[in-house]
C-alpha cells in the first residue's frame, strides 16, 4: 500500500517528490527499499491509513493536497487495496521553487 501511495501521489504535477522528514522519521521500508514521505500505519476495523509528507512546487497547496488524495484513492485501488485503505493525509513539508 506504501509503494502504490507513494507513486500516485509523486504522480500529481506540483508534487516534487517525498520528504523524510529532514532525520528520516516519515519513511517506510518495504524489504531493503526505504519510501521516503509515506507512513501506513494499522487502523481500527482492518484499514490502514496513509499519512504522505511531501515537497511541493510553488502552487496552491489545498488544490494540490486533493489531488494527491483523489490519486492516491486510485492508486490504491489499481492495487487491489481499496478495502484495506483507511484516512489518507496530506501534509507538505517545503515547498521549492523552481527556475523556469
Sequence with gaps: M???ALSAA???AGVVRGHDGGDGRYVTA?????L???VVAAEGAGGYGVDLYLTAALVALPPLG???REAVVGGVESAGLERALGPVSVTFLSVEHSAP
Design 2 to 4: 506504501a509503494a502504490a
Design 10 to 12: 509523486l504522480g500529481v
Design 30 to 34: 518495504v524489504g531493503e527499499e526505504v
Design 36 to 38: 521516503p514521505g509515506v
Design 66 to 68: 486533493e489531488r494527491v
